[in-house]
């Protein structure tokens, strides 16, 4: 007897539990190697999902073997050559593997071990450990959400909502307490007639009232309906509002000509990086693009990383319209907002006193976090000394330098990392 | 091959096209079945059962078992087969069949009709037919309730892993996993498995055994039997003979375990003891089922149930899988046990069919007899070691142009030892047949004695064997050991004499003992 089974439709990914046991287990190692691959990378890629290596040793299951060493006799196919006796060097490399004995112990190289991450997990392993901090104002009043909640049963209901146990249980109930007594009295009847028939002849008048008693009460019984619409419950759900967190991020970059393509591309990365972040962790929030070289626009999402508009620099422009943003759109009681700003550093030099003023006296009141990045590789240029003054009186302004690249995430974990409790 | 029988009743032709149909797949099985069955193949009841790449992923990760405890090792070999799969690196095997009863065989929906009649001729007819007539399957392993014990696992390591943590239960499994090959009774034999007394004795067995080791480590000596001791301390070794089985050693012995750690261990040795026949047959597994898919697809072409462009096909199939690479090449890596293995099987119907006076010298017993009773006998009663030692035959010697090379670490240069000539075919066919020796291959092992009124300290054995030192991961295992063991743990090497060269110590802090 044969069987054909056909298994294609059942029981994908069994082991994905084991998967996902090793991710645990190596955790540690995984997050090291995502933070290598990170380096130099750039930001499209690294939202591909990523080929991870991790050192063989670390994952190595190990086992008594043998190794190279001692006395090894190998017999080997292919001979072309060599005659009894004959005696060769030993080949190099690979501990003698080859034509040589040592082929035959059972070592295996180590190589890194590699494997890939999905899209997924990579960007968990990226945006462990991270937020945005004191993200605190939580408010009810003006909720628009809400989540639907058990609330026990209920007697009137859509189809859908019909619960089959509670209404059955009711049914059963019901018949019982309908029909008990009729049964009981059938019970008595029917044990009678036994009794009478066993004394008198079928056709006994006692006899004929009993079978007339009984068919009544059988029909009186069948006539109890098996379920009622009285019977109906259904599952009821209310609404309950939810509280939620509401934030803005404001994204501010500086495209004025001194920025040369390469650190725009820096900034770009970095944005992207924060953004990523934030649609991925937070699932309400909104975020504002602010670009500027002497004149500042909010623009979209696409024309913030695409666009190609360039002039000369003016930090306060940007950091008006940021204040004016503020003020219109997100008041401070409802909105936690943060603010991400990138520049070159170089400004007019007037301009940045007032900048220095605008933040100091406007906005950093409104805001719960100001992350200022300056893309340089040279000296720190005058809005960075005007800002580090800032940083002394509030310490939910803080600053970091990027030189190359290669600083993007560092810098980037430094800004957001979880914040001792 | 071009003259074509013409079949003289009506029979099933398996048409050429290269997509298949649950139909065409149960048409071919059977007209396989039948060929078999008239050659005398005795096999389990076929279960083929259909399944994805995924699942032939999933199954090669969990050493081809439907049902499997969890663990991160499986993870791991999952992910390197998965990225090499996607990676287009490596294809997957085009078959895994599973020794139990029925014999389950899996088709992957990716092959073609005729690799899914290959498959069928290889998995569920030669390699079944293997299972359950080689004796070292019969001995070791049950096929009738394999499946049943892998659930019983699963579901017991399922229950410690919710009682007692999944940390406690993992790195108690890495512990057995690194002394899986030190699990196996290569002597004695195993007593059967079933589901059920399984769980009837499992609990009657904890309590059991916990007396027996609390009896062992009974805190308090009689003051008596403490005196002889000393003055006969041969009598009160422990253990009183070397033991091979290391986790049978530590889940009856080790004093700390607790019971259901004990059962944790036995469960492994017991799945270790389940593939050891694997491990030592490869060879000859292989060789019987690539034998009889060889043989049983040709019948069915000289019956005409299948066509040319399906023989052409399967020939190239066929003949990657035999090809043996030479020593130097770039692909060479060992013998393929697929082509000596086949290559013997044929060599062995050739002796019987077409013996030439070298074969008659060297093999008067089968010269001349009937092949098939011969390949029978010879598939019984074997494993690669015997198999080898008692069938190469000169003539393969020469085909593979096999030749000896010694590797003696005191030498600069190695030597070749003997070539396929007159003189070395014995020398040669005596070393392959040693190659093949899983007790040359695994260092030699044992327990050794345990302190018993002092420490506790576990001595294990390693008896060198040619002066081969042991691995790098070696100081691993025995922290795997003495984890185990719960005390120190040491590890003597002696040579072939018995004297101690060198020990190895891995102590034991007790403070890892948490629980």
Redesign the interface.
């Given at each position: 007897?044969?069987?054909?089974?056909?298994?294609?439709f059942q029981?994908?990914?069994?082991?994905a539990?084991?998967?996902?046991?090793?991710?645990?287990?190596y955790k540690k190692q995984i997050k090291q190697a995502v933070e290598r691959a990170i380096k130099g990378r750039s930001i499209i890629d690294v939202a591909n999902g990523e080929?991870v290596s991790i050192p063989a040793r670390d994952?190595?299951?190990?086992?008594?073997?043998?190794?190279?060493?001692?006395?090894?006799?190998?017999?080997?196919?292919?001979?072309?050559e060599?005659?009894?006796?004959?005696?060769?060097?030993?080949p190099k490399g690979s501990g003698?593997g080859?034509?040589?004995?040592?082929?035959?112990?059972?070592?295996v190289t180590q190589d890194d071990?590699?494997?890939?991450l999905s899209r997924e997990e990579f960007m968990n392993y990226f945006f462990e450990d991270l937020e945005l901090p004191n993200l605190v104002k939580t408010q009810l009043a003006s909720t628009t959400e809400f989540k639907s909640q058990r609330a026990g049963y209920t007697v009137s209901g859509t189809p859908t909502n019909i619960h089959v146990l509670r209404s059955l249980r009711g049914a059963l109930g019901r018949r019982i307490a309908v029909g008990g007594a009729s049964a009981r009295r059938l019970r008595e009847l029917q044990e009678e007639l036994e009794q009478q028939l066993l004394l008198e002849p079928a056709d006994d008048e006692a006899v004929m009232r009993l079978k007339k008693e009984i068919e009544h009460l059988k029909v009186r019984l069948t006539a109890i309906p098996f379920i009622d619409p009285f019977d109906l419950r259904y599952s009821n759900r209310v609404k309950v509002p939810k509280p939620s967190t509401k934030a803005v991020m404001f994204c501010i970059m500086d495209v004025s000509g001194s920025m040369d393509e390469q650190k725009k591309d820096t900034a770009k990365r970095f944005f992207i990086l924060l953004y990523l972040f934030l649609t991925r962790t937070y699932d309400e929030i909104d975020v504002v693009f602010i670009r500027h070289h002497t004149v500042a626009t909010e623009v979209d999402e696409d024309e913030f990383f695409h666009s190609r508009e360039s002039g000369g620099t003016v930090v306060s422009s940007a950091l008006v319209l940021l204040a004016d943003i503020l003020r219109e759109r997100y008041p401070a009681g409802d909105w936690n907002a943060y603010v991400a700003q990138a520049s070159d550093g170089d400004n007019w030099d007037r301009d940045s006193v007032t900048c220095r003023q605008i933040l100091d006296e406007t906005i950093m009141p409104l805001v719960q976090y100001y992350a200022y990045v300056e893309i340089t590789d040279g000296e720190p240029q005058n809005l960075w000394y005007e800002y580090e003054l800032i940083a002394n009186d509030h310490p939910h302004f803080a600053m970091q330098k990027i030189e190359s690249p290669a600083d993007i995430y560092p810098v980037f974990r430094e800004l957001f990392r979880k914040q001792p409790q | 091959m071009t003259d074509l029988k013409m079949p003289t009743e009506k029979r099933f032709r398996l048409p050429d096209q290269s997509e298949w149909t649950q139909d065409l797949i149960e048409q071919i099985h059977e007209e396989v079945g039948r060929v078999a069955r008239d050659f005398g193949l005795d096999t389990y009841p076929n279960q083929l059962e259909i399944i994805t790449a995924e699942q032939m992923m999933d199954a090669y990760a969990s050493v081809g078992m439907p049902v499997s405890y969890n663990h991160w090792s499986f993870g791991k070999h999952f992910m390197s087969t998965e990225k090499g799969y996607r990676r287009g690196q490596m294809g997957l095997a085009y078959e895994i069949v599973i020794n139990s009863n029925p014999c389950i065989a899996y088709l992957m929906e990716e092959n073609s009709l005729m690799m899914q009649a290959l498959v069928i001729a290889h998995a569920a007819y030669g390699h079944n037919s293997f299972f359950k007539g080689n004796y070292l399957f019969r001995t070791w392993t049950d096929a009738d309730a394999i499946i049943d014990y892998m659930l019983f696992a699963k579901n017991y390591i399922a229950e410690c892993e919710r009682r007692h943590g999944m940390e406690a239960v993992e790195l108690l499994l890495d512990s057995c996993h690194a002394l899986q090959n030190y699990g196996v009774d290569r002597y004695k034999r195993p007593a059967r498995l079933s589901l059920q007394e399984e769980n009837l004795r499992q609990a009657e067995r904890e309590a059991y055994l916990q007396t027996q080791v609390n009896d062992l480590w009974r805190t308090l000596p009689r003051r008596e039997s403490l005196d002889e001791d000393e003055s006969h301390p041969q009598e009160q070794r422990f253990p009183g003979e070397p033991q091979e089985n290391l986790l049978y050693f530590i889940e009856k012995s080790a004093p700390l375990l607790k019971p259901w750690e004990r059962e944790i261990v036995r469960i492994t040795r017991k799945i270790s003891q389940y593939f050891y026949p694997q491990r030592q047959t490869q060879v000859m597994n292989e060789g019987w089922a690539t034998f009889w898919h060889f043989t049983l697809l040709n019948q069915l072409y000289d019956e005409g149930v299948v066509g040319e462009g399906f023989m052409l096909e399967f020939l190239q199939s066929h003949t990657n899988v035999i090809y043996q690479p030479p020593v130097g090449s770039p692909y060479y890596n060992g013998i393929n046990p697929y082509a000596l293995g086949f290559a013997m099987m044929r060599d062995i119907r050739r002796i019987c069919e077409d013996p030439t006076d070298e074969d008659r010298r060297w093999f008067p017993d089968i010269a001349g007899s009937d092949w098939r009773s011969t390949l029978d006998f010879a598939m019984r009663n074997f494993k690669d070691e015997s198999f080898i030692a008692q069938y190469l035959s000169p003539r393969l010697i020469r085909e593979f142009h096999f030749f000896s090379v010694l590797d003696d670490d005191e030498n600069d240069k190695l030597l070749i030892s003997a070539i396929h000539d007159e003189d070395g075919y014995r020398y040669v066919r005596q070393q392959l047949a040693a190659q093949y020796n899983l007790g040359n291959r695994e260092p030699n092992i044992q327990v050794w004695a345990v302190d018993t009124h002092g420490d506790r300290t576990l001595t294990l054995r390693h008896t060198q064997y040619q002066r081969r030192p042991l691995n790098q991961q070696t100081d691993e295992v025995l922290k795997h050991v003495a984890r185990l063991w719960g005390f120190d743990v040491r590890l003597e090497t002696v040579d072939p004499d018995g004297s101690v060269l060198f020990s190895q110590e891995c102590p034991w802090d007790k403070r890892h003992r948490g629980h």
């Amino acid at each position: 007897m044969t069987y054909l089974i056909d298994r294609r439709f059942q029981g994908k990914n069994k082991s994905a539990v084991n998967r996902e046991r090793f991710l645990r287990r190596y955790k540690k190692q995984i997050k090291q190697a995502v933070e290598r691959a990170i380096k130099g990378r750039s930001i499209i890629d690294v939202a591909n999902g990523e080929k991870v290596s991790i050192p063989a040793r670390d994952v190595g299951e190990p086992s008594f073997g043998h190794t190279h060493g001692g006395v090894w006799e190998a017999v080997c196919p292919g001979n072309t050559e060599y005659l009894k006796g004959d005696r060769i060097a030993r080949p190099k490399g690979s501990g003698g593997g080859g034509s040589g004995g040592a082929g035959n112990s059972d070592e295996v190289t180590q190589d890194d071990f590699i494997f890939e991450l999905s899209r997924e997990e990579f960007m968990n392993y990226f945006f462990e450990d991270l937020e945005l901090p004191n993200l605190v104002k939580t408010q009810l009043a003006s909720t628009t959400e809400f989540k639907s909640q058990r609330a026990g049963y209920t007697v009137s209901g859509t189809p859908t909502n019909i619960h089959v146990l509670r209404s059955l249980r009711g049914a059963l109930g019901r018949r019982i307490a309908v029909g008990g007594a009729s049964a009981r009295r059938l019970r008595e009847l029917q044990e009678e007639l036994e009794q009478q028939l066993l004394l008198e002849p079928a056709d006994d008048e006692a006899v004929m009232r009993l079978k007339k008693e009984i068919e009544h009460l059988k029909v009186r019984l069948t006539a109890i309906p098996f379920i009622d619409p009285f019977d109906l419950r259904y599952s009821n759900r209310v609404k309950v509002p939810k509280p939620s967190t509401k934030a803005v991020m404001f994204c501010i970059m500086d495209v004025s000509g001194s920025m040369d393509e390469q650190k725009k591309d820096t900034a770009k990365r970095f944005f992207i990086l924060l953004y990523l972040f934030l649609t991925r962790t937070y699932d309400e929030i909104d975020v504002v693009f602010i670009r500027h070289h002497t004149v500042a626009t909010e623009v979209d999402e696409d024309e913030f990383f695409h666009s190609r508009e360039s002039g000369g620099t003016v930090v306060s422009s940007a950091l008006v319209l940021l204040a004016d943003i503020l003020r219109e759109r997100y008041p401070a009681g409802d909105w936690n907002a943060y603010v991400a700003q990138a520049s070159d550093g170089d400004n007019w030099d007037r301009d940045s006193v007032t900048c220095r003023q605008i933040l100091d006296e406007t906005i950093m009141p409104l805001v719960q976090y100001y992350a200022y990045v300056e893309i340089t590789d040279g000296e720190p240029q005058n809005l960075w000394y005007e800002y580090e003054l800032i940083a002394n009186d509030h310490p939910h302004f803080a600053m970091q330098k990027i030189e190359s690249p290669a600083d993007i995430y560092p810098v980037f974990r430094e800004l957001f990392r979880k914040q001792p409790q | 091959m071009t003259d074509l029988k013409m079949p003289t009743e009506k029979r099933f032709r398996l048409p050429d096209q290269s997509e298949w149909t649950q139909d065409l797949i149960e048409q071919i099985h059977e007209e396989v079945g039948r060929v078999a069955r008239d050659f005398g193949l005795d096999t389990y009841p076929n279960q083929l059962e259909i399944i994805t790449a995924e699942q032939m992923m999933d199954a090669y990760a969990s050493v081809g078992m439907p049902v499997s405890y969890n663990h991160w090792s499986f993870g791991k070999h999952f992910m390197s087969t998965e990225k090499g799969y996607r990676r287009g690196q490596m294809g997957l095997a085009y078959e895994i069949v599973i020794n139990s009863n029925p014999c389950i065989a899996y088709l992957m929906e990716e092959n073609s009709l005729m690799m899914q009649a290959l498959v069928i001729a290889h998995a569920a007819y030669g390699h079944n037919s293997f299972f359950k007539g080689n004796y070292l399957f019969r001995t070791w392993t049950d096929a009738d309730a394999i499946i049943d014990y892998m659930l019983f696992a699963k579901n017991y390591i399922a229950e410690c892993e919710r009682r007692h943590g999944m940390e406690a239960v993992e790195l108690l499994l890495d512990s057995c996993h690194a002394l899986q090959n030190y699990g196996v009774d290569r002597y004695k034999r195993p007593a059967r498995l079933s589901l059920q007394e399984e769980n009837l004795r499992q609990a009657e067995r904890e309590a059991y055994l916990q007396t027996q080791v609390n009896d062992l480590w009974r805190t308090l000596p009689r003051r008596e039997s403490l005196d002889e001791d000393e003055s006969h301390p041969q009598e009160q070794r422990f253990p009183g003979e070397p033991q091979e089985n290391l986790l049978y050693f530590i889940e009856k012995s080790a004093p700390l375990l607790k019971p259901w750690e004990r059962e944790i261990v036995r469960i492994t040795r017991k799945i270790s003891q389940y593939f050891y026949p694997q491990r030592q047959t490869q060879v000859m597994n292989e060789g019987w089922a690539t034998f009889w898919h060889f043989t049983l697809l040709n019948q069915l072409y000289d019956e005409g149930v299948v066509g040319e462009g399906f023989m052409l096909e399967f020939l190239q199939s066929h003949t990657n899988v035999i090809y043996q690479p030479p020593v130097g090449s770039p692909y060479y890596n060992g013998i393929n046990p697929y082509a000596l293995g086949f290559a013997m099987m044929r060599d062995i119907r050739r002796i019987c069919e077409d013996p030439t006076d070298e074969d008659r010298r060297w093999f008067p017993d089968i010269a001349g007899s009937d092949w098939r009773s011969t390949l029978d006998f010879a598939m019984r009663n074997f494993k690669d070691e015997s198999f080898i030692a008692q069938y190469l035959s000169p003539r393969l010697i020469r085909e593979f142009h096999f030749f000896s090379v010694l590797d003696d670490d005191e030498n600069d240069k190695l030597l070749i030892s003997a070539i396929h000539d007159e003189d070395g075919y014995r020398y040669v066919r005596q070393q392959l047949a040693a190659q093949y020796n899983l007790g040359n291959r695994e260092p030699n092992i044992q327990v050794w004695a345990v302190d018993t009124h002092g420490d506790r300290t576990l001595t294990l054995r390693h008896t060198q064997y040619q002066r081969r030192p042991l691995n790098q991961q070696t100081d691993e295992v025995l922290k795997h050991v003495a984890r185990l063991w719960g005390f120190d743990v040491r590890l003597e090497t002696v040579d072939p004499d018995g004297s101690v060269l060198f020990s190895q110590e891995c102590p034991w802090d007790k403070r890892h003992r948490g629980h």
